[in-house]
């Protein structure tokens, strides 16, 4: 006898941020039946392999950081050993491992039932869930939310490819690399960067350009590229790599070609990591069951309110590719759950997509938020877009030597005669801390002068925003 099918009002695919918030929300505070179900860690990426053990590895970087800046404050600071890498990481992942247990108490609290396995849709209603047994269960869900997120990919048309690791691996190391090769150009291959030199691996970045972080604003590039120069790092500009050889004792060989090598080079490496972008997590789903339509790159395609073009089918977060952060997915599964199970004064649910602040933990920070200037002079023409900016050096770095500081840089973009705040561009100590309160102001659509109304705080560095004349 076949086994009976369970029955929902809300099936979500994807244990992470957005579709745990999603199936909290539907549960605890709607009352609708909900069934969440995922194949590996509760809380996806950000938790497992993203930012909260990035955030915690930068503040590392940043505490490395501190002790050697120690000494123009008076401080005779001296380290008894090199960074103990494997007892850091081992600290790391308990902490990890915690939030894992917290977030299945939480699904509990809110009368979630979660199932671990893997997840098949078959029908706009119907999906198929492997346990981890190897037992199947059959689900019956009115409406069925596809959050599974996203994966890193690494390059197949680069011989040996497989000898690196990715963002995921990096949380893996169980030493720390004495030279490491980061291939990408986006944020995420810049914080790593940035904390790999910071607790003292010989890093080189790849890009394929002459500049990083190519989606922010043009200051933002040129300044971080800049400082990351100026603290040693290794940026191979204009680089492609060809081949990858594997050696002894864990070491491997990059063949490459960049600006001061064109016609190629070879590095030594014991850490390769590829950072080259991140693919829609949809392999074995069954999203061609059901019809749902997806984009050149796999990523299913959603409108506003986070419907796909099948009815009762939802999708959000990385596995969409709209805005792929963490909060982004949390604000929109709440939105969405909201409007399918709150009753009619949610009827219009949904998360604005505009002005969404972000941050980027290099060494600088940089926040962001808005259009950047290119694009706010396209959107407006240059003649109805007027920008403030500042570059300056922190009072932290008053009692250091001239090689020793580093730069702070801000910018408004404004737009019209009332000078409306369309952008935002922050790099410096502080930088995403302060960005979150700046958020608020621009979402609010301030204005330069209201920005000039607030009295500055001194002394700060934010005080900058407020001064900018």
Known sequence: MAPIPKECDYLVIGGGSGGLASARRASGQHGAKTIA????????????????????????????????????YGFSVETTAPFDWKTFKHKRD?????????YEKNLSNDKVEYLHG??????????????????????????????????????????????????????DLEKQPKRVALVGAGYIAVEMAGMFHSLGTETHLFIRHDKF?????????????????????????????????????????MHYTDKEH?????????????A???????????????????NQKGQIIVDDYQNTNIENIYSLGDVCGKVELTPVAIAAGRKLADRLFGGPKFADAHLDYSNIPSVVFAHPEVGSIGLTEPEAREKFGD???????????????????????????????????????????????????????????????????????????????????????
Not at 37 to 48: A, D, I, P, Q
Not at 276 to 294: F, H, N, T, Y
Request: proline share 4%; with cysteine; glycine share 10%.
């Open 37 to 72: 179900v995922e194949s590996n860690r509760l809380g996806g990426t950000c938790v497992n392999v993203g930012c909260v053990p990035k955030k915690i590895t930068w503040n590392a970087a940043a505490v490395a950081e501190t002790i050697h800046e120690a000494a123009a």
């Open 94 to 102: 308990a902490y990890v491992k915690r939030l894992n247990g917290i």
């Open 118 to 171: 893997r997840a098949h849709i078959l029908s706009r209603n119907e999906a198929e869930v492997i346990l981890d047994d190897g037992r199947k269960e059959t689900i019956r869900a009115k409406n069925i939310l596809v959050a599974t997120g996203g994966h890193p990919t690494i390059p197949q048309n680069v011989p040996g490819s497989e000898l690196g690791i990715t963002s995921d691996g990096f949380f």
């Open 213 to 253: 972080l190519r989606s922010f604003d043009p200051m933002i590039q040129d300044k971080v590229t800049s400082e990351y120069e100026r603290q040693g790092i290794h940026i191979h500009k204009n680089s492609s790599q060809s081949k990858i050889e594997k050696g002894k004792d864990g070491w491997m060989t």
């Open 262 to 274: 064109p016609n190629g080079s070879t590095i030594e490496l014991d850490c390769l990591l590829w």
């Open 276 to 294: 080259i972008g991140r693919s829609p997590e949809v392999e074995d789903l069954g999203l061609d069951k059901a019809g749902v339509k997806q």
């Open 383 to 469: 003649a109805n877009v007027k920008v403030y900016s500042t570059g300056f050096t922190a009072m932290y770095y008053a009692m250091m030597e001239p090689e020793d500081k580093g730069p702070t840089s801000y910018k408004l973009v404004c737009a019209g005669e009332d000078e409306k705040v369309v952008g935002l561009h922050i790099m410096g100590l502080g930088s995403g801390e302060m960005m979150q309160g700046f958020g608020v102001a621009v979402k609010m659509g301030a204005r330069k002068r209201d920005f000039d109304a607030c009295v500055a705080i001194h002394p700060t560095s934010a005080e900058e925003l407020v001064t900018m004349k």
